[in-house]
């Protein structure tokens, strides 16, 4: 799953996956997009609920500092690593 929030040329891409081997981890990426300013930070949590709970989270503090949805038509691809 992918969540985009921008203000002006400011933006946070936060991205919530399961890796290979079975963690869920949750990828916040925010700078601005003006001067290729960008940090990255990844959260391993110990359950798909809690790495939800983290975006949620997210998505609180990004609308109260003035972030706005960004939606973005993409395709979600399923592979069987298993």
Same mark, same amino acid.
Do not use: P
């Given at each position: 799953? #992918?969540?985009?929030?921008?203000?002006?040329?400011?933006?946070?891409?936060?991205?919530?996956?399961?890796?290979? #081997?079975? =963690?869920?981890?949750?990828?916040?990426?925010?700078?601005? +997009?003006?001067?290729?300013? +960008?940090?990255?930070?990844?959260?391993?949590?110990? +359950?798909?609920?809690?790495?939800?709970?983290?975006?949620?989270?997210?998505?609180?503090?990004?609308?109260?500092?003035?972030?706005? +949805?960004?939606?973005? =038509?993409?395709?979600?691809?399923? $592979?069987? $690593?298993?």
């Amino acid at each position: 799953m #992918i969540v985009r929030w921008r203000k002006q040329h400011e933006y946070c891409i936060v991205r919530l996956y399961q890796d290979l #081997i079975g =963690d869920w981890v949750v990828t916040q990426c925010w700078g601005d +997009s003006t001067c290729n300013d +960008s940090t990255v930070t990844h959260t391993v949590t110990h +359950s798909y609920q809690a790495a939800r709970d983290l975006l949620k989270e997210i998505n609180r503090e990004q609308k109260k500092l003035g972030f706005r +949805s960004a939606k973005r =038509d993409e395709i979600q691809l399923g $592979f069987d $690593f298993g």
